[in-house]
């Protein structure tokens, strides 16, 4: 069949390259409309219950990570002048276009009962700027009264917060960032012109930042790869046409990548936005392959157009395996059943066979219109380096295998004493680097306002106006104190803080009355409430419950604690202390919002991609027993892919680097690539021990000779090019970068000594290396002497 291919390929070299340059047009005509996330990856399905209820909280009280905090510690903000120009300032912010409200202890509302009209109304601390000092600090005073605002807006250690609301609309679209800019370059104004330090937090703000760090690390790292790839191939080829036509190839598959994001309608992601540089570097090993090996075959005395249609029929079949399962490696994602891991997995298979398909047409037709190469440009076959480590590998395996066993044990029994050591655990910005500014700002918020990730409660009285039931209320604001006496949570605000505020005003402002009214106060604050007409009351008091009074909302935020405490704190602390104080009641508290959502995805996340490793597994495992229908090869070959993973899983532990959706896909994705080595050995060793009648020795000195150095290459490319990943400034992708490379690396070294030290123990019988499947003895298995032409020897010779 592979014969077919090659004369179909190179007989019509026209016609497929005029098929590959429209398609690629059509593809780049597409991707002018990928479009970028600016929202946070939703993993956990719909069915879950923890998302029913968290879609159920957002369908009546809206988004609850919309909120942009401001936050200010520094005496000079109360001096007038500077304090006239904060004022200013928050003036500022409320007229952008996407914001909604703004609320800071410069133009705090102050809750007013109108005794005349029976009613409550809304008043302005700063109706106007104060004009002296001593207005100003009146003013102040009379602002950290209000118990309301007592470490909400103004912190016990003096620091003061601007809460700005954002427009659920813009906030989930690309003019977020555009907004967030206008409002931070106007904050630094003020910043600048008072010399007063800002901080800045909040979910918005976090989204916006790393949406802007994906979209320009995206192109970064794109550059950087095929930089480095063209690089690391210039050193192997020493020529330009191995380096640049290879390349030609990687830029066709990115324009398929984003054209593919676009046809699909898929958002580019911190996932999908790593497939461009990723695809770089996995494309790559398929040139080198078919280059290798046409260096080879030319260098034996084939011709030019001979060698090229050897390399179809040789390379072909195995590079079609090699690609599924590192396809494979990727696609099981798609079993997660997580939209954004699905679309990842979709992308990255679809683009894997595209690279197949162009890297196996596009290659040989190409260098078929070019000269044949020269002596120069086969000096990479005999480069000195290379064929010296071959040769103490053929030593190694040949009389040192005890020590390869050895030290392949060593190093299993470490790896399982360092997995013990792993631990599974995320924080809501841990994708951030440690002294990145946002992560030092959220610090100063958890430090004075106990954090600003949101957190929910969400009550359920069972009743219309439930909360008006005797003992409700009281219920109501047991759970409100519970929750704000914990260390990692702020005071929340509730209905209840919205009637000991109208306790407070009906009583003239006395702090001492900031407390749930009695039976006969609440007679007389209900009729003022029913009076009043402030659009501003009713606004508040909707934010706080839903239309028909029976679920109140119970709003507060938190400290990222990570996934650990936070499940402990919410499973052990929180749920069952809610559920205490409710006791007989009809009354019920559940606990909901994005940051529990976002830690409970991530647990859901790492369970689902270890089932994708075992499907990665098992389907790789089919593929090798259906390639070489031997369970003991299939063992063998397992082994040296296995031992890598279990490696980096030990070096995780010693390193303390937890187990999280961005180290978790590292697994499946190397895997599915490592063990392209295997194959690639294992199908010239299966060629080698028939055409040696048998003789295990001469058939592994042979495979480690003709595919050793092709193993060395692609390896160290797929190394350098994961590598680079190291250099970015997400947690997720510096795990991605430094978890790959060193799970290749290591699978390079396991494969080049490990596999063939098993081969060599474990004899082989000849049933054994029979291929099941008609046809899949092409690569690396027809007699080559048959495709010799000695007259072209002699030329060459000549």
């Known amino acids: 069949m592979w014969k077919k291919i090659a004369s179909f390929i190179l007989g019509n070299r026209i016609p497929i390259l005029v098929v590959i340059a429209l398609t690629t047009v059509f593809m780049g005509y597409q991707a002018k409309d990928v479009k970028w996330s600016y929202q946070y990856i939703r993993i956990i399905p719909d069915d879950d219950p923890d998302m029913i209820a968290f879609n159920d909280f957002q369908e009546k009280f809206g988004e609850d990570a919309s909120s942009f905090v401001i936050g200010v510690k520094d005496p000079k903000l109360f001096q007038l002048e500077n304090f006239n ?59 950290k009264e209000i118990k309301a605002y007592e470490n909400r807006l103004i912190s016990k250690g003096g620091a003061t917060a601007m809460v700005i609301n954002m427009d659920p609309v813009v906030l989930n679209s690309k003019n977020r960032t555009a907004v967030m800019m206008k409002l931070e370059e106007k904050a630094e104004v003020f910043s600048k012109e008072a010399d007063i330090q800002l901080y800045y937090a909040g979910m918005p703000y976090v989204r916006s930042i790393m949406a802007s760090k994906v979209k320009s690390e995206t192109m970064i790292f794109l550059g950087i790869s095929i930089g480095v790839v063209a690089l690391v191939l210039f050193l192997f080829f020493r020529s330009f046409s191995p380096v640049f036509y290879p390349l030609l190839v990687i830029v066709i598959v990115i324009v398929w990548i984003m054209g593919t994001l676009s046809l699909f309608n898929y958002e580019i992601t911190i996932l999908t936005g790593l497939l461009p540089p990723v695809l770089v570097v996995i494309g790559i090993p398929n040139c080198i392959y078919l280059l290798n090996k046409y260096h080879q075959a030319y260098a034996n005395g084939l011709s030019k157009v001979d060698a090229l249609g050897l390399i179809i029929k040789k390379i072909g079949v195995v590079t079609l395996i090699t690609n599924t399962t590192t396809a494979i490696g990727f696609m099981v994602l798609i079993t997660t059943g997580i939209k954004a891991m699905m679309e990842f997995g979709i992308v990255a298979g679809i683009n894997i066979a595209v690279t197949f398909i162009i890297s196996i047409t596009f290659i040989p037709i190409v260098f078929s219109y070019l000269p044949a190469p020269d002596v120069r440009h086969l000096k990479h076959l005999e480069f000195k380096p290379t064929n010296w480590l071959i040769h103490q590998l053929e030593i190694l395996v040949l009389h040192y295998r005890k020590v390869v066993y050895f030290f392949t044990a060593a190093m299993i029994a470490l790896s399982i004493y360092g997995s013990y050591k792993v631990t599974a655990e995320s924080y809501m910005v841990d994708d951030l680097p440690e002294d990145y500014h946002v992560k030092q700002d959220l610090k100063f918020f ?12 969400l009550i359920d009285t069972q009743r219309k106006k439930g909360y008006m039931k005797k003992g409700y209320l009281e219920k109501i604001d047991e759970m409100q104190e519970f929750i704000g006496s914990l260390d990692e949570v702020s005071p929340p605000i509730s209905m209840t803080t919205f009637l000991k505020a109208a306790n407070q005003s009906f009583h003239g402002g006395d702090s001492a ?50 996934s650990l405490k936070m499940d402990e704190l919410v499973d052990n602390v929180i749920r069952p202390k809610l559920k205490e104080i409710q006791g007989k009641t009809d009354i019920e508290a559940t606990v909901t919002g994005s940051t529990l959502i976002f830690i409970k995805g991530n647990d859901f996340l790492i369970k689902n991609l270890k089932q994708s490793m075992v499907i990665a597994f098992i389907l790789i495992a089919i593929i090798m027993g259906t390639l070489f229908g031997n369970l003991r090869i299939i063992v063998i070959s397992l082994i040296p892919n296995m031992i890598p993973l279990l490696f980096t899983l030990g070096m995780m532990g ?21 063990v392209d080595d295997s194959i690639h050995f294992l199908a010239k060793y299966r060629q080698e021990i028939i055409l040696h009648n048998y003789d295990m020795k001469r058939a592994i000195i042979m495979a480690l000779r003709e595919t050793g150095a092709s193993m060395l290459y692609t390896s160290i490319v797929l190394f350098c090019g994961f590598a680079i990943f190291m250099g970015s400034t997400f947690g997720a992708t510096q795990a991605l970068g430094l978890l790959t490379s060193v799970t290749l690396i290591v699978a390079m070294s396991t494969n080049l000594t490990l596999l063939p030290c098993l081969l060599y123990t474990f004899d082989v019988n000849k049933d054994a290396m029979q291929p099941v499947i008609e046809g899949t003895d092409a690569f690396y298995f027809e007699d080559e002497d048959e495709e010799i032409d000695l007259h072209r020897i002699n030329v060459n010779k000549k």
Not at 446 to 457: A, C, K
Not at 517 to 528: D, G, L, Q, V
Not at 654 to 674: D, E, M, R
């Open 513 to 562: 009355y900031f407390k749930i009214p009695s039976r006969s106060e609440m007679t007389y604050i209900m009729k003022y409430a029913r009076n009043s007409t402030d659009s501003e009351t009713s606004k508040m008091a909707n934010a706080m419950m839903d239309s028909t009074g029976r679920y109140i909302r119970l709003t507060t935020s938190m400290a990222d604690v990570g």
């Open 654 to 674: 010693f390193l303390g680097i937890p187990l999280k959706p961005s180290t978790a896909i590292v697994f499946s994705i190397a895997f599915g690539i490592s």
């Open 446 to 457: 958890e430090s004075e306002f106990s954090g600003v990730m949101p957190l929910e409660i």
């Open 85 to 143: 120009k904060f004022i200013d300032l928050c003036e500022e912010i409320r007229e952008l276009e996407g914001i909604t409200n703004v609320l800071s202890i410069a133009d705090v509302p102050n809750l007013i009962a109108n005794r005349q009209d029976q009613k409550f109304e809304i008043e302005q601390f700063f109706k106007k700027k104060p004009t002296s000092q001593a207005e100003l600090d009146s003013i102040l005073s009379k602002v």
